[in-house]
């Protein structure tokens, strides 16, 4: 009669089912780093793609998004403050988008329902196109790839600050690269009636997550003094975080407007 394999010491068994649990465990953590590192990427950015597409054949098609604006206290955009709580990626604002700047006027796009893409960001040097939506909440806009409005700021081409974020990291990741922006280069913005064109103008590599002086409509940072402006004008401000996987820090880049191209 065959006799059966001895049995394993206690010690050999306990030793075997923790290596398992161990490489289980490994198995179920990389597949969360890959789901959020390359699939969240890809589905976000195909969605976001799907959804400039729409704008762009809305538009052409004569129907546009964004006409419908919604109540306000302020008229001038400047009702309520954004914190950077669970739905923001970033410091919040208080004001609005500011006083008209002397000598010169700006036809601003209008004001749209939170949550709606309305607009289209481009940046050449960085190959970036995203639409811009109403808002900067998590779940709603940033998480789908797209780069989110600051309620209470100005409306692109509008006087003041035209103030977005986005994600650096996941999700599509718009504002990854942001860092290599320098002095001179563009970011336009389009809309269903124009296209407003910035020309950055300074950055701040690094300042706390709720520094909302950053996106005032004077743009100045109440971390760091030396990082702003002082007077009134036409600005778009991108914040998104810093260091790279991590939310602790704001990095910060700042345009103005330099031209606006009537559709």
């Not at 604006?69 to 302020?74: A, F, K, L, R, V």
């Not at 296209?195 to 950055?203: A, C, N, R």
């Not at 002082?230 to 996987?245: A, D, M, S, W």
């Amino acid at each position: 009669m065959a006799q059966g394999r001895p049995a394993r010491p206690v010690g050999v068994r306990v030793l075997w089912g923790g290596a398992e649990v161990a490489v289980t465990f490994g198995l179920i953590l990389l597949l969360l780093v890959v789901h959020q590192l390359w699939w969240t990427n890809r589905q976000a950015r195909a969605g976001a793609e799907r959804q400039v597409q729409s704008l762009e054949h809305e538009w052409q098609q004569g129907q546009g998004q964004g006409e419908g604006e919604q109540e306000s206290p302020d008229e001038n955009g400047g009702g309520g403050s954004a914190s950077a709580g669970d739905d923001s990626d970033d410091p919040g604002v208080s004001g609005g988008s500011g006083q008209r700047q002397s000598g010169r006027t700006a036809a601003a796009a209008p004001r749209p329902s939170y949550d709606q893409a309305y607009a289209i960001i481009s940046i050449p040097r960085l190959g970036l196109r995203a639409p811009v939506a109403q808002g900067v909440s998590k779940p709603n806009v940033l998480n789908h790839g797209y780069v989110g409005h600051y309620p209470g700021t100005a409306q692109p081409g509008g006087a003041g600050n035209f103030a977005l974020a986005g994600h650096r990291n996941t999700h599509g990741e718009p504002f990854r690269y942001i860092n290599r922006l320098r002095r001179g280069d563009t970011v336009s913005v389009r809309t269903k009636n124009a296209t407003y064109t910035y020309v950055v103008d300074k950055t701040l590599a690094q300042t706390s997550a709720s520094d909302g002086g950053v996106i005032n409509p004077v743009p100045r940072s109440r971390v760091v003094p030396s990082a702003g402006y002082r007077q009134p004008g036409f600005y778009i401000t991108l914040t998104t975080c810093t260091p790279e996987y991590t939310s602790k820090y704001r990095l910060v880049v700042w345009g103005k407007l330099t031209r606006m191209t009537p559709r």
